[in-house]
């Protein structure tokens, strides 16, 4: 059954540099999603993306953030200069239309 | 603001036992809403309801949505303690997709 990955599944980085999240998404789909989870905290919506663009973003998906997808397979979300508060799971999601999203297993972002 | 809300926060049950999971919400633009369950890592995907009424079952696990009330109801029978999880519901909104997340109801099933 298709899947979606992504890497690493844990980043350790220091206060202030940037890290970038890698996704691939399962390969009919159209929208991309990142959501993030602090621990002990609720999920919450960072950013969709479509046909290229950004569709929505939340007050969380501020200056420092950014995604891209470079090409056909992967859909990506930079932190450019990580906050301790950035500390959190960072799931992306992917679905065929905008209704069921699949989501990958996440990476633990570790901000020292 | 838009929101949702589950209870209870967290049910042990014993194997064998019905549960019966709440989530309501209070959001603009409704389009659907999903129920997800997650173990270690990622939730994964078990239902998703856009019509009042209507019972969505897959195995020992069922939901149904109300929209004149605003909630939504997730019943397992005859629980298993592979069924030990955090249950999300999470609610739809507009046409990107964005989802609004409850805080989960963290379910332990004992043997």
């Known amino acids: 059954e298709p899947e979606v990955t992504q890497t690493p599944s844990h980043q350790v980085t220091q206060m202030g540099q940037e890290v970038i999240l890698r996704c691939v998404p399962i390969?009919?789909?159209?929208?991309f999603y990142w959501y993030r989870q602090i621990l002990g905290q609720k999920v919450e919506f960072l950013v969709s993306?479509?046909?290229?663009?950004?569709?929505?973003k939340s007050e969380i998906f501020d200056d420092q953030f950014s995604v891209e997808r470079p090409d056909g397979s992967n859909f990506t979300l930079k932190i450019r200069s990580t906050k301790l508060e950035d500390s959190a799971m960072y799931f992306c999601?992917?679905?065929?239309?905008?209704?069921?999203?699949?989501f990958g297993p996440g990476t633990r972002l570790t901000v020292l | 603001e838009d929101k949702v809300v589950q209870s209870p926060l967290s049910l042990v049950v014993h194997e064998g036992d019905t549960v019966t999971l709440n989530c309501s919400y209070e959001?603009?633009?409704?389009?659907?809403l999903l129920w997800y369950k997650q173990e270690k890592k990622a939730p994964t995907f078990l239902f998703m309801l856009?019509?009042?009424?209507i019972e969505k079952k897959s195995g020992r696990l069922s939901s149904i949505l109300d929209k004149k009330e605003l909630f939504s109801i997730l019943n397992i029978t005859a629980t298993q303690t592979g069924d030990s999880a955090v249950y999300l519901c999470?609610?739809?909104?507009?046409?990107?997709?964005?989802?609004?997340f409850g805080q989960g109801t963290t379910l332990q099933v004992k043997p």
């Open positions: 999601a992917s679905s065929e239309s905008p209704d069921t999203q699949y």
């Open positions: 390969s009919n789909h159209l929208y």
């Open positions: 993306f479509y046909n290229n663009e950004i569709s929505e």
């Open positions: 959001v603009t633009n409704f389009r659907s």
């Open positions: 856009t019509s009042s009424g």
């Open positions: 999470a609610v739809k909104m507009g046409n990107t997709g964005k989802l609004i």
